[in-house]
């Protein structure tokens, strides 16, 4: 047995876009708040997967590099951020079946499979990853017997909105995209991604509908496979004496400063 470490076990959350990072950290510390987060950052998955017209398997053994990284280095668990590489995992788990993981929208998706509401608008920034996630969580519906209808929904201008920061703007964009869809049939919101999810408050708010989001059940979901692996919560994997715990990422691998990992909300950046 591992011996407890202070600081928490590390969860390494791997993005593909810098919008991704302040929402990932601030569902980490919603759902997780023991966690010790360490922010891997490779920049243009996202760019790439959308030049590519989606994942493709050179991105794919990208992410999994990353993770095969984050591992070696002492993660005791891993969080990806995108919704996109979620599928990724499924290789993943098997190259290192004793980590916890976690996609950023599995837990979202048994939340919306559990509701059974009668029509859910799936909102997000991107059309291929709107596209992408309608057609996994249609899938996890129908696996489920829900009768939950979806409403996929790109929401023009959201992309850039959480691209310079403007989270006022990403509130009146994804408040308008609910009304605009609004009728007797429609029950809840769901956001898709990372990147709008500090929008959910101000969404839920103006709307007076359930708004759910990715970051927080993620965490959540996180902590219990965390806690199952290791059969107590103080058990976690810890790195050799004498290695360090977040060591220097390789080209392209960049850790959150300690403003980004203080902060709650979106950051410049590329959206998702």
């Given at each position: 047995m591992t011996s407890c470490?202070?600081?928490g076990p590390m969860v390494a959350i791997i993005n593909a876009t810098p919008v991704s990072v302040r929402p990932a950290l601030a569902g980490l510390a919603a759902g997780y708040p023991e966690a010790e987060p360490w922010t891997l950052l490779d920049d243009r998955l996202v760019k790439d997967a959308e030049a590519a017209g989606?994942?493709?398997?050179p991105l794919a053994r990208r992410m999994r590099t990353l993770i095969t990284y984050a591992v070696d280095s002492g993660a005791s668990a891993v969080l990806l951020s995108c919704s996109?590489?979620?599928?990724v995992l499924q290789q993943a788990r098997l190259d290192?079946?004793?980590i916890p993981m976690t996609a950023s929208d599995e837990a979202?998706?048994?939340e919306v499979a559990e509701r059974a509401d009668d029509t859910v608008l799936l909102?997000?920034?991107l059309a291929p990853a709107v596209s992408d996630t309608a057609s996994r969580l249609q899938a996890v519906l129908d696996a489920a017997g829900s009768p939950t209808a979806l409403r996929p929904h790109v929401v023009d201008g959201a992309a850039a909105a959480t691209a310079r920061g403007d989270l006022a703007g990403l509130d009146e964009l994804l408040i308008q995209a609910?009304?605009?869809?609004r009728d007797?049939?429609?029950?809840?919101?769901?956001?898709?991604n990372f990147s709008i999810s500090p929008a959910r408050a101000a969404v839920q708010a103006a709307t007076a509908l359930p708004v759910l989001e990715p970051t927080t059940p993620a965490a959540r979901a996180l902590r219990r496979r965390v806690t199952e692996a290791v059969g107590d919560c103080c058990r976690w994997r810890s790195p050799a004496p004498g290695t360090a715990r977040r060591p220097s990422g390789p080209p392209g691998v960049d850790r959150a400063s300690p403003e980004v990992n203080r902060a709650s909300r979106g950051t410049p950046g590329g959206a998702r």
């Open positions: 470490h202070p600081a989606g994942l493709t398997e996109m590489y979620g599928p290192h079946p004793h979202l998706f048994a909102l997000g920034p609910v009304e605009t869809n007797d049939r429609l029950s809840a919101v769901v956001l898709a």
